[in-house]
């Protein structure tokens, strides 16, 4: 019997409803792909939160999660499989939810004493008088609960805060402002509690956006890094802290940012990330030497604790 027919009927969850669900349906058919590649027992379910979605998930025995945004990273999805006692990979529901909310990510790395850079919430009624002065005078805007940058907007005047905040509402309620950090951006995957050669982000556009993501062809993906083998080590190593620091387990992804004096900064956790063509942990486990089956094995068994 191999390692994977042990997992029994594996679901792979992907789609959903959220604003991410276009980027979940890509993930999902790749991983689906590649399970039906290794002669899993597979079969692929676009998420709708419905009484169906019951009878869907009764049919399985493993769940792999390919759901990105809300409903598949934020603990939702999470929870349902736990009541069904269904094994599903990644991390659980209070990392999970923790991990999708980016301003309590930041709270509890900085209540560790984890670099990360300076940040505020703000709501709808809140005065924007003085923030940006106060902040550097460059400011990243955030709806916390948005992945693949959806949402965000950087702010170098007052007009253009107000602007980004009242784009950030339309995802928020409260939102995340954050000190603008000028320097390369980073991304490191972890995987089965070890992480990954680190990836640099460059894009011409202001922040690796939507955009720049999953539409450009202009965006640079540098593997090695650039970095030192001091600061590559450096990276990895605050990356686990921070991805455990969050009780995040199984795979995800840290992203940082390195500034101009060589400080590294953390910017947020994804505990369901990409897996299309696209997509950066694939890029990271193939310069490690994994296959794009061979990472997806390997997330698959770990929801049962087993390794690959």
């Known amino acids: 019997m191999s390692a994977l027919a042990t997992l029994g009927k594996i679901g792979v969850l992907y789609g959903g409803e959220s604003a991410e669900r276009a980027i979940s349906l890509r993930s999902g058919h790749a991983v689906l792909a590649a399970l039906q590649k290794l002669n899993a027992n597979v079969v692929g379910i676009d998420v709708r939160f419905n009484e169906e979605l019951f009878s869907q998930l009764a049919n399985i025995d493993t769940a792999f999660i390919?759901?990105?945004?809300?409903?598949?990273?934020?603990?939702?999805?999470?929870?349902?499989?736990?009541?069904?006692?269904?094994?599903?990979?990644?991390?659980?529901?209070?990392?999970?939810?923790?991990?999708?909310?980016?301003?309590?990510?930041?709270?509890?790395?900085?209540?560790?004493?984890?670099?990360?850079?300076?940040?505020?919430?703000?709501?709808?009624?809140?005065?924007?008088?003085?923030?940006?002065?106060s902040m550097g005078g460059a400011i990243m805007v955030k709806p916390p609960h948005e992945g693949s940058s959806i949402g965000m907007s950087r702010a170098t005047t007052e007009a253009e805060l107000v602007a980004a905040v009242d784009k950030a509402l339309e995802h928020d309620d409260v939102i995340l402002l954050e000190r603008w950090v000028e320097g390369a951006e980073y991304t490191c995957a972890i995987l089965a509690n070890q992480a990954l050669p680190v990836i640099r982000l460059k894009t011409p556009n202001q922040f690796y956006d939507f955009e720049a993501k999953y539409q450009s062809n202009t965006t640079e993906y540098l593997i090695p890094s650039g970095l030192s083998d001091e600061d590559e080590a450096r990276l990895q190593q605050l990356s686990l802290q921070a991805f455990n620091a969050v009780g995040c387990k199984g795979w995800g992804r840290v992203d940082a940012m390195m500034d101009q004096n060589g400080s590294f900064w953390l910017l947020e956790v994804n505990t369901v990330p990409g897996m299309t063509d696209h997509s950066l942990v694939p890029m990271a486990a193939k310069a490690k030497g994994l296959s794009f089956e061979a990472l997806v094995e390997t997330i698959a068994l770990a929801a049962k604790g087993i390794a690959s």
């Open 66 to 133: 390919a759901l990105h945004g809300r409903g598949g990273e934020d603990g939702v999805i999470q929870g349902v499989l736990e009541i069904l006692s269904i094994p599903y990979t990644g991390s659980g529901v209070a990392a999970s939810a923790i991990g999708m909310d980016k301003l309590r990510t930041k709270l509890i790395w900085a209540g560790l004493g984890l670099p990360t850079p300076e940040f505020r919430s703000v709501t709808r009624n809140d005065d924007l008088a003085g923030v940006l002065d």
